[in-house]
């Protein structure tokens, strides 16, 4: 499982007023930080540019207006309309104890109980209840497992392996 470098924390939704501040929408569970920031890295495509945050503001709708040294006029935010905002991933909010981001998961290994391999973690989707693994097993298999603390047995985020033991039924074909 390779370690991710970087953390998505928002996206350029797109250029604000005539000065070259950008509205971002935040995709993190810490939209707090934001007002934090010193610099932030803007990607999109195979263009990656650190960039020093000089302001932020709250905006309407929970978006945040950032003005970036560099981006000084419509046209220049223009540019980076739809752009991914990172940090290093040395700089994501630290989460409690049991507490794992996604990007952390994606890629491990699931394993039941018994030892057997049920496939890589391919995404973690958010539900009402609870979030649910989407595991990728042989043949393109997809298996959905309710990430619950009786099924989820244990996760070693440095070893890449996810233990389970699903439901009965659940692995049935």
């Keep these: 499982m390779a370690l991710t470098e970087w953390v998505t924390?928002?996206?350029?939704?797109?250029?604000h007023g005539v000065r070259g501040e950008v509205r971002v929408l935040p995709l993190t569970e810490f939209p707090d930080r934001f007002y934090e920031l010193t610099r932030v890295f803007l990607h999109r495509g195979d263009q990656r540019q650190e960039l020093e945050v000089t302001s932020v503001?709250?905006?309407?709708?929970?978006l945040f207006l950032l003005k970036l040294a560099g981006i000084d006029s419509r046209d220049a935010a223009e540019r980076w309309r739809g752009a991914e905002v990172l940090v290093p991933r040395s700089e994501a909010v630290p989460l409690p104890p049991g507490r794992h981001y996604v990007f952390e998961l994606v890629g491990?290994?699931?394993v039941s109980k018994e030892?057997?391999?049920?496939?890589l973690l391919q995404d973690v989707l958010t539900t009402g209840a609870n979030d649910v693994y989407v595991v990728r097993g042989?043949?393109?298999r997809e298996i959905l497992i309710p990430a619950v603390r009786h099924v989820v047995l244990s996760i070693d985020v440095d070893g890449g392996v996810?233990?389970?033991d699903p439901p009965p039924g659940l692995l049935e074909e």
């Design 9 to 15: 924390i928002g996206a350029v939704a797109a250029p």
């Design 57 to 62: 503001k709250s905006h309407a709708r929970g």
């Design 108 to 110: 491990a290994r699931v």
């Design 115 to 119: 030892g057997r391999l049920l496939g």
């Design 138 to 140: 042989k043949g393109a």
């Design 162 to 164: 996810i233990v389970v």
